[in-house]
């Protein structure tokens, strides 16, 4: 127990640690300083949509209505006086095309070949080389809408040095980079790792799901903040990317629920995780055939998300509440304790998300924009959420362990022999009507059983036996059982088929009795052998085990005949050396 505790602590301590290393690293304390000034151009437009003209106060502020596929959306300026140089545009496009004019003249393109061949416009950082001479001339920017819904508020419009720009925009989205990054690779790690435990004996497969969610997640907060845009000129693929991985977060964190068994409704579960990678798998499809494009499902994703969000909370919380009803007290305390840490870092996961998708729809469809909608809230609660995984995970382990250990005493008990600590008949029988494939059987009978219970009591036959059990131990290293079928009948299975080496094992067998007998007069090991494998000649093809076992005790049957009669020349011995004794005490 005192093991368990510290593992526990320690993992705690670790998850505690990250925390707070990855917190450090996002905050703004070692910002690149800038080399020239940023100016934001928000005041002096001119905006018009069809018939609709504004002159707005401050661009980014502005409700512009929610606009549709096909849309235009036309912005125009006079460039300020500022002595940048060399001078950049910056400003982010939402689902839509881009067209910027310098005094009627254009400067820039983006977007536009997809709104042509009915493709889905990608998100897009734009920055805009601007002239030396660029003060005082009319800007006029153009954003044709490729979607429904496709966006309601601008962004703000910045002109500075291109690194400058860059470096702000990395360092405003410093605490989601880092927490993006880190689950990215934890994720990897996870995966990695995955197959290892999952095709051991423990069968987890809960790790992958972990690894999966982690590295979702990390992914679709790069990709909304933007990050990949930093590492690769693909628009498509980093827009893409955010909207799969936010459709497929939900299944990787019902797929980790199922694996482990954490909800009480099972087939509710299974039946919302097909639903989810379905639902994943869809919105893809569709995009890539350009039926639907893949922007058309957030409401939908926002719906399920949320209603699987409650299943999830009530089912996890029912479970504990079932389990503190179990009858063994252990165990189950270890069991609400993963299950509790791993509510707790839902319940804050799907709250934290509850309110940015509460703030999206009500910037995108109410106030001014989905360009000011960050996604700060679902960050922190998914670093959160992971690190409950993680610990549920240890947690799990720890749970595994123990009933791993419990179940293998229980077995130990139910199928050892009490006195010798070998498989017992039971183990024997059961083992035998398991086997298959390539194999060796031997059968084994201890001599001398009988006569040293009858001379010398049945506690020198008792260390007869361990001593035996003992000796088959030390013999057959590489047996796949060792087994007492009962009284002095013996088994050993070879899960090979080879003659030398079979001779070798029993000659290593005949040794080890020798030795023990060179140091003992009383206790003598002696033993009769047969062995037969699964494709003896003798037998049929495909011959169940108990055949195989039937046919080495058979051929054991013959030593055993020898070595009787070398019982009753020791015999004879016994007695004549006891009468003899018995002859000198009368001379005295």
Known sequence: ??????????????????????????????????????????????????????QPDNITKTSLGTLNAGDVLKLSTILPDEQIAPAALSFRSILSSVEVFLDGEPIYSFGTDYIEKGKMAPKNENFVQLPDDYQGKELTIILTTSNKDAFSG?????????NDIKNTMIQGVRLPM?????LCHLGFLLIIMAPFLAFSRYHDLSIIFSGLTSLLIGIYILSFNDVFWYLADNPPFYTFAEYITLYLIPAAIMGFVVVTGQSSFKRTAKALFIINVLFGIMTAVLHFTNLVHICNFVTTLHILALTEGIFLIFSLIHTVIKASNDNDADIVRARIVSTQILIIGLILFVFCAMIDIVAYNILKFVSTGQAKVEITFTTV?????????????????????????IKTQLEGLAYSDALTGISNRSRCEQTLAELSGDYTIISMDLDYLKYTNDNYGHDMGDKLLSGFSEILQNSFTDASLIGRMGGDEFIVILPFIDEERTQRDLACFADQMEHRNSGSTTLRFSASWGYASSRDKELKAGSPAQKVYLLADQRMYAMKNQHHRQTLGRLYDDLLGKMLEKGGDRDE
């Open 154 to 162: 601008l962004s703000p419009i910045r002109i500075g040095i291109y």
């Open 1 to 54: 127990m005192t093991v368990k505790i510290r593992t526990a602590l320690l993992s705690v301590m670790a998850v505690l640690l990250v925390t707070v290393f990855l917190l450090f690293l996002g905050t703004h304390k070692y910002d690149t300083p800038l080399q020239n000034k940023i100016v934001q151009l928000d005041s002096g437009w001119t905006i018009s949509r069809g018939d609709e003209v504004w």
């Open 178 to 182: 880092v927490i993006g990054v880190y």
């Open 381 to 405: 609660g998914a670093l959160v959420f992971i690190m409950s995984l993680l610990l549920n995970f240890f947690f799990h382990c720890i749970e595994f362990i123990n009933e791993s250990t």
